[in-house]
Nanobody, 123 residues
Framework: QVQLVESGGGLVQPGGSLRLSCKTSGLIFDYYTIAWFRQAPGKEREGVSWLSGSDGSTNYAESVKGRFTMSGDNAKNTVYLQVNSLRPEDTGVYYC????????????????WGQGTQVTVSS
């Protein structure tokens, strides 16, 4: 059974940074795609970034390119999302998700989800 547990969210001022973590269990990194999604109040869940377990490649939504960096530590079964230069519009619940095989940033491609961690960007 795949389990994902996010942590690292919080309240930060505009321009600040956070490092979000997603501890995984029940999966082998090489066979999965791991992604970060976020959902703001009243808005649809949107993809932020994803990491291919097979080759370690990453992709990002245009809105976060150059500010967010996703990485993985196979030894710790953990993926990270370093979020820098935060803006108020980055506020939302950030979810980690896993898909067996190759996936992109469509929520329907992922069948395992964490409970989310809240990120609030406000002065």
């Amino acid at each position: 059974q795949v389990q994902l547990v996010e942590s690292g969210g919080g309240l930060v001022q505009p321009g600040g940074s956070l490092r979000l973590s997603c501890k995984t269990s029940g999966l082998i990194f090489d066979y999965y795609t791991i992604a970060w999604f976020r959902q703001a109040p009243g808005k649809e869940r949107e993809g932020v970034s994803w990491l291919s377990g097979s080759d370690g490649s990453t992709n990002y939504a245009e809105s976060v390119k150059g500010r967010f960096t996703m990485s993985g530590d196979n030894a710790k079964n953990t993926v990270y999302l370093q979020v820098n230069s935060l803006r108020p519009e980055d506020t939302g619940v950030y979810y980690c998700a896993a898909a067996f095989g190759i996936a992109t940033m469509e929520p329907y491609e992922y069948d395992s989800w964490g409970q989310g961690t809240q990120v609030t960007v406000s002065s």
